[in-house]
């Protein structure tokens, strides 16, 4: 198995788990409060619509000439790491709250409490919608990511795999915790998908671009360094500016 | 209408994001690369230091508008 297509796996079961963790506390917070049938039929009426996308996109990607999907899908993972990677830069440096999921858990518990009954088509409708918008809005992202790791590794049937497995394990952690996986290290987590979704789209994009990277796929492991050095060097000084002022009024 | 406008707001939130800025940065910094690679330069570096330098930019004004701005808490 080539380095590519590990880090193509890799990347598609952090970032899915991360989306994942969060999802599962929307229907958590919203089942623990009025009861499970609704929000579990939501979350799986979502996840049909998630894979019906993932079948239709993903054939049609085989169409598309691999360097002119490179360029594409690079340009795309680029501007979309780098919000990760620019969030994840200031959580870690003090400029952004760390992403809480216990109180995320608690905001949707006093939401769900607060909400009217409404019956329709025999579900609790609250219940139904909530789960169903919380599963699609954090599963287009994993759709987005297994289709463009995938798609530009000429891969999609393991990248798809690394989003199973991701889905396996969050569910299984879910069941057991019978609560918020607050304990999952969220924050560092989404650090590491910042970089390696910035790091692909960087690798793929120039590669779609006409460069020949020198180390062919090898060259991905010195991307990814680069940008973690680049990364370390940002929270390093993001956190002295933020420390200056202070440290100047206590000397004076 | 206003569906095809939420839509096209959804996508755009979506990639883009806050800072239309960065994803321009990217943009012109792949527009280089390919120009230079179909002029025979293979500018393999070009790209990573462009989005670092597009990175370090971005940041330096969400912490210039950040209300936690040069302050330890």
Known sequence: MSTGTILVVA??????????VEALTIVLGVGVVRGWRSPLIGAGAALIVLGALVAALGPALSSIPIDTLRLVVGALLLAFGLQWLRKAILRSSGYKELHDEDEAFRAEQRQAAAAGHEQRAGLDWYSFTVAFKGVLLEGLEVVFIVIAFGGAQGKLGLAAAGAAIAFVVVVIAGVLAKGPLSRVPENTIKFAVGLLLTSFGCFWGAEGAGVDWPGDELALLG??????????????ALRRVRVRPVAARAGA | MKYLRSFGRFWWNFVVGDDWRAAGGVAVALGVTYWLAHDGVNAWWLLPIAVAVVLAESLRR????????????
């Not at chain 1, 991307?223 to 390093?236: D, G, K, P, Q, Y």
């Not at chain 2, 969400?62 to 302050?71: F, H, I, L, N, Y």
């Open chain 2, 62 to 73: 969400a912490v210039r508008s950040s209300p936690k701005s040069g302050s330890a808490d």
């Open chain 1, 11 to 20: 990347g598609a079961f952090l970032a899915s788990a991360v989306e994942m």
């Open chain 1, 223 to 236: 991307v990814i360094a680069f940008f973690a050095l680049v990364s370390f060097v940002l929270v390093r």
